[in-house]
């Protein structure tokens, strides 16, 4: 009976592991590139809200800033507002 659970168990086991799997050098160091270009776009964003550019302008340049970069017309980040 132990055993017939276990192989239930198994292929759960491996999508769990393969889930739990640790990325590469590369693809960690892409991702810091990515999340650091995603944080300058933000605060460009900020200071263009600072200025008073507008938001539709702000937005505007954001999304040039973020294309191919992040999702969604915000570069990833969702507003509460």
């Not at 990325?23 to 263009?48: G, N």
């Amino acid at each position: 009976m132990k055993q017939r659970s276990f192989v239930a168990l198994m292929p759960l086991l491996l999508f769990a592991g393969s889930a739990l799997a640790q990325h590469s050098a590369q693809e960690v160091q892409q991702d810091i590139q990515r999340h650091r270009a995603m944080a300058a776009a933000h605060e460009a964003a900020a200071r263009c809200l600072e200025s008073g550019k507008g938001e539709k302008a702000c937005y505007a340049e954001l999304a040039v800033a973020c294309k191919g970069l992040a999702i969604g017309k915000h570069c990833g980040m969702r507003h509460a507002h």
